[in-house]
């Protein structure tokens, strides 16, 4: 009984020493001159489902979560538009590598927890082998009281979400946007605060030949 609380206690510490030693990542500068003409890219948007396992490369993770949500004016304001620019929407980046949230501000990526969560973000078994899933989560703290506050997320995420869609179609990238997800299992093995409500998840990755 004691060996055994000995062996808890000692597996906990290891826990929390991994969740310390997951550091931020800092992303290359995202590169804004390149990408296909916008109406050819609109002609190749489509969903795909079928990912290689191949980690994305950093250059182009941050080219997508710059197209995604990033930074594009002085002020602050971002590629997707924001009811009222609450900017109340976060994208979480889940990777084989653990869980983060994009800071686009410092263009990086800050470190939640150092665990695989990719099948948890997800019902499909893709979710779990892809390299990269996006949960898209409303702080609705940030998204004001308004009668149609919550009604606002869900097109906040929409147009992130298809701003991830033109990029993949862009780059020649597979995504999906997912909104089959198991909200609460997600929610709390991400340890979301309650205020913070997952809209959809997105994966991406490089096609399987
Ligand atoms: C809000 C929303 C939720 C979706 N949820 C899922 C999903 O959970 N799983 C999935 O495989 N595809 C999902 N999709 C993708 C759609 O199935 C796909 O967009 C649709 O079949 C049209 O195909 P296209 O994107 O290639 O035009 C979702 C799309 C939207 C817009």
Redesign the pocket.
């Known amino acids: 009984m004691r060996k055994s609380l000995l062996l808890l206690v000692a597996l906990m510490s290891a826990g929390c020493l991994l969740a310390q030693e997951l550091k931020p990542i800092s992303l290359p500068q995202p590169q804004t001159d390149g990408g296909r003409p916008l109406m050819q890219v609109l002609k190749d948007r ?2 795909t ?1 079928d990912f290689a396992a191949d980690k994305l490369a950093p250059q182009i993770l941050s080219n997508l979560l710059w197209a995604a949500f990033g930074v594009n004016r002085p002020d602050g304001r971002r590629t997707a538009p924001s009811a009222m620019n609450r900017q109340e929407m976060d994208i979480y980046v889940a990777t084989a590598d653990g869980l983060f949230v994009y800071n686009a501000q410092a263009n990086r990526l800050d470190p939640v927890l150092a665990q695989d969560v990719r099948a948890a973000t ?1 019902t ?1 078994s893709f979710a779990a082998t892809a390299p990269l899933d996006l949960v898209y989560v409303a702080d609705l703290s940030k998204a004001g009281s308004g009668p149609d506050a919550e009604l606002y997320t869900a097109a906040d995420a ?1 147009f992130i979400a298809q701003n991830v869609y033109l990029y993949c179609a862009s780059e020649g990238l597979a995504t ?5 997800v198991d909200r609460v299992a997600l929610a709390k093995a991400m340890k979301l605060r309650p205020e913070q409500k997952i809209i ?1 998840a997105q994966t991406a990755g490089y096609p399987k030949k």
């Open positions: 489509k969903t489902r997800g499909q929409g999906v946007v997912r909104g089959s959809l």
